[in-house]
């Protein structure tokens, strides 16, 4: 593991957006999803590729608060446009496993 230190933490924007809308993304090399994300005012909507359709359906994803970085460059992904990273963790075989908050917060809330 290599250690960071404060001041590099504090660069990543890891912030509270819900989830607003969900399609397939047939175009993916992997099973994933395209989401559209509400990070709040001062950030906005944002897409982002995920590869969550193991544990989700498109249905139970919308109005799911989820734990996104902001403040990455944006990134092709086959003819998609990632916008910012949607966090998780895998799980014992590998598929991933959301990083949600407890309660509802306001989105654009910045992990502290």
């Known amino acids: 593991m290599q250690e960071i230190n404060w001041n590099d933490f504090e660069k990543v924007e890891l912030r509270v957006g819900t989830i607003l809308e969900v399609t397939d993304f047939p175009e993916a090399r992997k099973p994933a999803y395209k989401l559209t994300i509400d990070f ?3 950030i906005g909507i944002r897409k982002s590729s995920a590869q969550i ?3 989700y359906s498109a249905d139970n994803l919308i109005g799911k608060q989820i734990i996104g970085v902001v403040n990455f460059p944006k990134k092709q992904i086959a003819t998609f446009m990632s916008e910012c990273l949607v966090t998780g963790f ?4 590998g598929d991933i496993v959301l990083s949600t908050v407890s309660g509802s917060v306001p989105n654009g809330s910045k992990l502290i």
């Not at 895998?90 to 075989?93: I, T």
């Open 40 to 42: 709040g005012s001062a």
């Open 53 to 55: 359709t193991k544990h």
């Open 90 to 93: 895998a799980d014992e075989n």
